[in-house]
């Protein structure tokens, strides 16, 4: 019988092979849900399910709030420290773009077999110069929520389909119930998402792709457009000089513009999916609320929030990062996690929670892929010269121009043509 002999060398090396290929890929997930919440821990839950049916992956999650995930992510980006993916907002989009930070997931997704299942516009809005850089985790489209009630009361029998409607409708609702009939967010991040699809809804961008590939807002030299803009401006103006909203509401900001809302303060809104949860939490005042198209000028548009899973360049485990995002994605996950407010074209959810805001994604529209930097301050800005100053609608049209142009030259994202 013989007697395996090794050296100590080939011992330690054998030993510490085996340790190596028995330790899992860590997949760092930055996440930004709010702690203790129902989404919190059915997400937990499923994560903890696809550790055990993939017993090489560790999924290590650290929750970090919005509010303070932009700034974390780049600063670990810029310190070469970036985790393999993490939640984030539409409006980074650009921004990490054009730092060169994202994954090209183009060759990953051509296999995917959940990809038709994806709503084809949302993937088109995550895909720039053909190359797939982010997937959807989410979808925040908005609608016009209402109080059907209210509206019965003032005679409407329908929803408002056109911006004048939407004033005439308001204005009876303020005469028969002493409540204004509509409301904005002037203020905030929701403002320039809102201002974006008002103008989408006049036929205007806020910039647009040049031939050099680089961006550029027009209205400077297309009269016509800015033309639009500063009629998407007097709207603003005529809303409140006509008392259909709130004088407060210039300066509200998205949780006074969605609270008053939900407790009957108002008729008229436009909002996104979550709304649900206020109805659950306010039973009485939102029984009657309602979906519907938001109203428009030119042609229907809303505002197409996609709340992006962004997969970082930097990472080491591609091929493991990717399987766990796309496992994000699959039906089972976006069914229990996402019924209302899913990417996926085979996920419907509610009526009016889920279908009501998912049937208007083909209309949403979405910032341009650009740095925005101060672009959507600048958009804030012009919502309270028009509100606030009661400057001329053509001159802060202008004036936005300028900004967002005077923004992408800073950035080095304006086109020269």
């Known amino acids: 019988m013989k007697t395996l002999r090794f050296t100590a060398a080939a011992l330690a090396l054998l ?26 821990t059915r997400s937990r839950a499923r994560i903890r399910a696809y550790e055990q049916a993939h017993p090489d992956v560790k999924i290590d999650v650290q929750v970090i709030t919005y509010q303070m995930l932009h700034d974390k992510l780049l600063t670990a980006i810029r310190g070469g420290d970036a985790p393999d993916l993490s939640w984030g907002l539409s409006e980074w989009f650009g921004e990490l773009r054009q730092m060169d930070a994202l994954l090209d997931l183009t060759p990953l997704a051509a296999r995917w077999p959940d990809r038709d299942s994806i709503r084809p516009n949302v993937i088109q809005a995550l895909t720039v110069k053909g190359k797939l850089l982010a997937l959807p985790q989410y979808l925040g489209i908005r609608a016009l929520v209402y109080h059907e009630n209210q509206l019965k009361q003032a005679g409407v029998a329908a929803p408002p389909v056109t911006w004048d409607e939407l004033v005439a409708d308001a204005r009876k609702v303020k005469a028969a119930t002493g409540k204004p009939g509509f409301a904005i967010a002037g203020a905030g991040v929701r403002a320039p998402q809102e201002l974006v699809a008002y103008l989408a809804q006049n036929d205007v961008l806020i910039a647009r792709e040049m031939p050099d590939g680089k961006f ?38 998205w949780q006074e513009e969605d609270t008053n809302f939900a407790l009957g303060q108002y008729a008229m809104v436009i909002d996104g999916p ?8 306010n039973p009485a005042p939102m029984a009657d609320a309602r979906v519907a198209p938001p109203p428009y000028k030119k042609r229907p548009a809303t505002f197409f929030e996609i709340s992006p899973l962004y997969l970082y360049k930097a990472t080491k485990h591609a091929k493991e990062t990717w399987e766990f995002a796309a496992y994000i994605l ?33 209309t949403g529209v979405v910032f341009p892929p650009v740095a ?14 028009a509100l606030l100053k009661n400057e001329d609608p053509a001159k802060v049209a202008a004036w936005l121009g300028d900004a967002i142009n005077r923004e992408l030259r800073r950035s080095g994202q304006l086109s020269a043509r």
């Open 15 to 40: 030993v510490g092979g085996a340790a190596l290929a028995a330790e899992p890929v860590t997949i760092h997930f930055w996440a930004a849900w709010s702690p203790g919440t129902p989404e919190e």
């Open 330 to 362: 699959s039906k089972e996950w976006q069914t229990e996690i996402r019924p209302n407010n899913s990417p996926r074209a085979d996920v419907m959810g509610s009526p009016i929670w889920g279908k009501g805001f998912t049937d208007l994604a083909p």
């Open 372 to 385: 925005l930097g101060q672009i959507t301050k600048s958009m804030e800005d012009s919502i309270g010269r």
């Open 216 to 253: 550029k807002n027009t209205w400077a030299t297309d009269k016509a457009e800015l033309a639009r803009a500063a009629e998407v401006y007097a709207f603003y103006r005529s809303v409140l000089d006509k008392g259909v909203i709130p004088a407060e509401a210039a300066g509200w900001g």
């Open 274 to 281: 979550w709304m649900e949860n206020l109805a659950e939490q």
